[in-house]
């Protein structure tokens, strides 16, 4: 039997108007390090934020032209776009709370965990989610 080829879903592109802004936004209130800046020439650069532990990445992409500038903060037709789970909801969402993070409800708990939705510095909607652990 051929053994499968490894892969995973590693980064996710975000649009976002200026790429310092959104670094100091992603890295102050969600508490992601960013991982690389790489300029690539031309006044583009190369962002990625992360978590240490390798999970997925952000890549803030610099939104170019018409078409991008209009998606910014809705890339998913104002669904929630991204996930953030956390191991102590309260805890993060404490913490979030207190950096200015604006959450759109209160925490509710679902069958598959606690969760809140909160928007980003583009209005785009992520879900704080610390999934449900069964004993």
Not at 11 to 29: F, S
């Amino acid at each position: 039997m051929t053994a499968r080829p490894s892969r995973r879903i590693a980064t996710v592109a975000v649009l976002v108007a200026d790429q310092d802004a959104a670094i100091r936004w992603y890295r102050d209130c969600l508490r992601l390090d960013l991982l690389e800046d790489v300029p690539l020439g031309g006044g583009k650069r190369w962002v990625v934020l992360g978590t240490p532990d390798g999970g997925a990445r952000i890549l803030l992409a610099r939104a170019e032209g018409d078409t991008q500038q209009a998606r910014i903060g809705d890339q998913t037709g104002g669904r929630v776009f991204l996930f953030l789970e956390t191991d102590d909801f309260d805890r993060d969402h404490a913490a979030m709370l207190s950096r200015g993070v604006v959450f759109l409800e209160q925490p509710r708990r679902e069958a598959y965990g606690t969760v809140a939705v909160f928007e980003d510095l583009h209005g785009n909607r992520w879900d704080l989610i610390e999934p449900r652990r069964d004993a």
